[in-house]
Nanobody, 121 residues
Framework: QVHLVESGGGPVQAGGSLRLSCAAS????????MGWFRQAPGKEREGVAA???????TYADSVKGRFTISRDNARNTLYLQMNSLKPDDTAVYYC???????????????WGQGTQVTVFS
């Protein structure tokens, strides 16, 4: 069992930055691949970025060059540094743990409760 808690969301002006954190607890949480997903009102949940236990990463095209995913296995914490934010980035952001570094929500086993990010122009 892996328990995930996100933090760091909030309102931010377009062009600004935010860093999301996801604290993980539970057995062998550092061995899982981790991902960030987001869901805007009326839209499906979409993968944003993912990282495996070795640090290899995958990004959605919409965030490449703006977002950076990282993890600190010693602290059991996942991060998402978001720069050059746009209003289209507004969504609830979720972290998730799963066996593979894919951007498909159905491949992830454990989920956090989400944190709201609102980008205003």
């Amino acid at each position: 069992q892996v328990h995930l808690v996100e933090s760091g969301g909030g309102p931010v002006q377009a062009g600004g930055s935010l860093r999301l954190s996801c604290a993980a607890s539970g057995s062998t949480s550092s061995s899982w691949s981790m991902g960030w997903f987001r869901q805007a009102p009326g839209k499906e949940r979409e993968g944003v970025a993912a990282i495996d236990k070795n640090g290899s990463t995958t990004y959605a095209d919409s965030v490449k060059g703006r977002f950076t995913i990282s993890r600190d296995n010693a602290r059991n914490t996942l991060y998402l540094q978001m720069n050059s934010l746009k209003p289209d980035d507004t969504a609830v952001y979720y972290c998730a743990a799963g066996p593979v570094r894919w951007l498909l929500a159905r491949t992830y086993t454990y989920w956090g409760q989400g944190t709201q990010v609102t980008v205003f122009s």
